[in-house]
T-cell receptor
Framework: DAGVTQSPTHLIKTRGQQVTLRCSPK?????VSWYQQALGQGPQFIFQ???????QRGNFPDRFSGHQFPNYSSELNVNALLLGDSALYLC???????????FGSGTQLSVL | AQTVTQSQPEMSVQEAETVTLSCTYD???????LFWYKQPPSRQMILVIR??????QNATENRFSVNFQKAAKSFSLKISDSQLGDAAMYFC?????????????FGKGTTLSVSS
């Protein structure tokens, strides 16, 4: 049984570019949450998708957007990248919005 | 706003010994959940233990146990019989039972090293 898978594992972009990160939830899960983890910090909640809708959003600008597909997989898009967007982006899935979270291994984004 | 504070950036323990990681939180809610997550070098966050605020009994999971002091807003993790595989970053996290979602609020983490 595959767990939460994220792609790519590493990514290098330059300031001003746009990036798309992908997440496939654990089998049977229908809810996906995204977190940003800066170096030396704890993860910060970006948003959660359930039934293809954004259900909850953290304190992140509109440059951060997402999508959930009918097969429950999800994308995180970040526009107009800033140096401060460099971080580990973690995806977590669950069966329902309030159930136990299972995390992926993340995408390490570096913005130069 | 709710906050989670981990005041120990780094801790160390020898194999087979016991170590306690500290966590305090601030909230005006009466019902909530608290968690300890482990993040090894693989970067995947792994749930170690969970505590419901309405339960007075401290949660335990094998060698891992918590000391939950609701009035003091304290939630420490005790690891008994430490093993080399316990070396990782440990995060304390908080969540309200919000029907809208499962947003976790994390502390900054404690790096635990285990020596043989």
């Amino acid at each position: 049984d595959a767990g939460v898978t994220q792609s790519p594992t590493h990514l290098i972009k330059t300031r001003g570019q746009q990036v798309t990160l992908r997440c496939s939830p654990k089998s049977g899960h229908d809810t996906v949450s995204w977190y940003q983890q800066a170096l030396g910090q704890g993860p910060q909640f970006i948003f959660q998708y359930y039934e293809e809708e954004e259900r909850q959003r953290g304190n992140f600008p509109d440059r951060f957007s997402g999508h959930q597909f009918p097969n429950y997989s999800s994308e995180l898009n970040v526009n107009a990248l800033l140096l401060g967007d460099s971080a580990l982006y973690l995806c977590a899935s669950s069966f329902g919005p309030n159930e136990k979270l299972f995390f992926g291994s993340g995408t390490q984004l570096s913005v130069l | 706003a709710q906050t989670v504070t981990q005041s120990q950036p780094e801790m160390s323990v020898q194999e087979a010994e016991t170590v306690t990681l500290s966590c305090t939180y601030d909230t005006s809610e009466s019902d909530y959940y608290l968690f300890w997550y482990k993040q090894p070098p693989s970067r995947q966050m792994i749930l170690v233990i969970r505590q419901e605020a309405y339960k007075q009994q401290n949660a335990t999971e094998n060698r891992f146990s918590v000391n939950f002091q609701k009035a003091a807003k304290s939630f420490s993790l005790k690891i008994s019989d430490s093993q080399l595989g316990d070396a990782a970053m440990y995060f304390c996290a908080y969540r309200t039972p919000n029907q809208a979602g499962t947003a976790l609020i994390f502390g900054k983490g404690t790096t635990l090293s285990v020596s043989s």
